[in-house]
């Protein structure tokens, strides 16, 4: 039997970032679990040799090692760079100029036979921007498409959306991405699909086309939030489209955001910079409030810091800062931006602040953070005190952190959120450093979170 021939440009790929078969290995454990794929979890040193000397990696396995590589090197990599076959075009995920409408009725197929979420890669390629003309003729799309449904949707339709919308947004926000996705989805596809494809008035068309945007954005971030990242890149990408065919560029700037936000936390930082700075351009952040363009602004900001630009950073968090401070109750804002406030902004510029060394600045925003944040916000509460908790023990303060931790395990009753058992992760990672030092405090937080990473199911 012939040997398949050695795989040297793996071999050399992983050579330049310096890395060992074993830290590849265990990267890419953790990337499949992000990726929603826990059946690549035994890959081990042992599969990254045999890789290496040849054999073929099967299934979702080339797309997870491509992400791995792809940020370690902060660009993407296809497939073919590392010498394994191209991937499908249909696991590439959403295409700019896929006709919206048949990626909805494709969705909601799959969602019923279970195999949307499966069947979704996150690509570092797909975050590329599309053609400056991209966004006149998604509008043009948009006035050409001819009606398939008998009757014609009403603003009562689009209000039902947005209402629909507002409770499943909620839900996200106190009890993580992993509750009411089902029911969002069949919604969308049940109720929300038929009515796109009537024949409506023109204001109407437009209103029920933002309002299946923002819905199909709740989906999107309500599965990055599970981890789900191929799911989620399709639907917000697919939210964009949405609001393009709207017409509504503060909606299309605030999704941006969103994706720009999933890539800063997946390590694309270029990508993310591009994002961001798509979100602020003119037509984008002129249309938002001054809530929205706090919110947009914030997430520029760390883009800026993660590839470098902290000067630029800082003069955006300023202007976030100045942006939030103009925002008043009376301001007819859009509900998708209801949860950002002082709370939300200490975080993000916590984060940003983290990204750039300055740790102390960092460690008092997290602190104004968990102060000002309201009940409602379990999930976000866990997170914020999670990072706390990692500036703490990174500063070697152990005890305050363990504290911080032992808030952050207190606050996940209820939740169930990808990112909050990546802090669970993230805190016994940090936490192993300390054992065998006979601090009773490491001991109990570990004994916790252990116990909630074997609960999952």
């Known amino acids: 039997m012939e040997l398949p021939a050695p795989n040297t440009k793996l071999k050399a790929l992983i050579s330049d970032l310096g890395w060992t078969q074993q830290q590849v290995a265990t990267r890419f454990v953790r990337v499949a679990k992000e990726m929603g794929h826990p059946d690549l979890s035994r890959v081990g040193r042992s599969t990254i040799s045999m890789w290496i000397a040849g054999t073929q990696p099967q299934g979702q396995a080339p797309a997870v090692l491509c992400e791995v590589l792809s940020r370690g090197l902060g660009r993407p990599v296809a497939p073919e760079e590392i010498g394994f076959a191209a991937q499908p075009r249909s696991n590439t995920g959403f295409e700019w100029t896929t006709d919206t409408l048949a990626a909805l009725a494709d969705i909601g197929s799959d969602v019923h036979r279970r195999r949307f979420i499966g069947a979704s890669i996150y690509s570092a390629a797909g975050l590329a ?23 014609a949707s009403t ?25 009411g996705a089902s029911a969002a989805a069949t919604f969308l596809t049940e109720e929300v699909l038929p009515a796109l494809h009537r024949d409506s008035p023109e204001p109407v068309r437009r209103d029920l086309f933002a309002a299946a945007s923002e819905l199909v954005y709740v989906l999107g971030w309500s599965s990055f939030d599970a981890n789900r990242h191929g799911t989620a890149q399709h639907y917000l990408k697919l939210s964009v489209k949405l609001a393009a065919e709207a017409g509504d560029r503060a ?43 706090a919110l947009l602004g914030v997430v520029h900001a760390r883009s800026l810091a993660r590839i470098g630009d902290r000067r630029a950073s800082a003069k955006a968090l300023l202007q976030a800062e100045d942006d939030l401070s103009l925002a008043t109750e ?6 998708r931006v209801w949860f950002f406030g002082q709370a939300s902004l200490a975080h993000e510029t916590a984060r940003t602040l983290q990204a750039t060394g300055d740790l102390d600045t960092a460690q008092r925003e997290f602190e104004r953070s968990v102060r000002l944040r309201a009940a409602e916000f379990s999930r976000t509460h866990a997170v914020t005190l999670g990072y706390l908790g990692e500036i703490q023990a990174a500063r070697g303060e152990i005890e305050a952190a363990c504290t911080t931790w032992s808030e952050a395990l207190d606050s996940m009753r209820g939740v169930r959120s990808g990112r909050v058992l990546n802090t669970v992760r993230t805190m016994r990672s940090q936490l192993n450093t300390f054992r065998g030092r006979g601090v009773k405090a490491v001991h109990e937080v570990d004994l916790r979170a252990s116990q909630i990473l074997r609960d999952v199911p």
């Open 330 to 335: 009376e301001d007819d804002e859009p509900g």
């Open 129 to 151: 921007l599309p053609q400056d003309m991209w966004w006149q003729q998604s509008v043009n799309t948009a006035h050409a498409r001819t009606s398939r449904q008998r009757g």
């Open 251 to 293: 909606l299309a700037g605030h999704v941006l955001r969103a994706l720009a936000h999933q890539a800063l936390d997946l390590g694309h930082y270029p990508q993310a910079a591009d994002l961001t700075a798509a979100s602020m351009d003119r037509p984008c952040y002129d249309a938002a409030g001054p809530r929205e363009r």
């Open 155 to 179: 603003q009562e339709d689009v209000e039902a959306i947005r209402e629909a919308t507002t409770l499943f947004q909620h839900l996200d926000q106190k009890r993580g991405g992993g509750y």
